[in-house]
């Protein structure tokens, strides 16, 4: 049974920072993609970050040069670095995983809240 958990999120003011992990288990996503989505309260979920082969990666305009995506294959966790945290960042973030870099996400984690004050 493949599972994605994250962890790290929480409360922080605006400008401040938080680290996201997600361990996969039961399967690895090394020849695969693994990535982050969030869902902002009364919106659909949006694509934040995704990250394949060793270090390939592609980022939401809204999140550029701010936020960092890495991933630790031998661990099986990606991890999304997030500096300069705005109020629009407030939103459950889920961590998502294919099989196959171009097919479809096939695997979701329960997601995290990361709330930003203002």
């Known amino acids: 049974q493949v599972q994605l958990v994250e962890s790290g999120g929480g409360l922080v003011q605006a400008g401040g920072s938080l680290r996201l992990s997600c361990v996969a288990s039961g399967r690895t996503f090394s020849s695969g993609a693994m990535g982050w989505f969030r869902q902002a309260p009364g919106k659909e979920r949006e694509f934040v970050a995704r990250?394949?082969?060793?270090?390939?990666?592609l980022y939401a305009d809204s999140v550029k040069g701010r936020f960092t995506i890495s991933r630790d294959n031998a661990k099986n966790t990606v991890y999304l670095q997030m500096n300069g945290l705005k109020p629009d960042d407030t939103a459950v973030y889920y961590c998502?995983?294919?099989?196959?870099?171009?097919?479809?996400?096939?695997?979701w984690g329960q997601g995290t809240q990361v709330t930003v004050s203002s």
């Open positions: 998502a995983a294919k099989v196959v870099v171009t097919g479809t996400w096939d695997y």
């Open positions: 990250i394949w082969r060793e270090s390939t990666t």
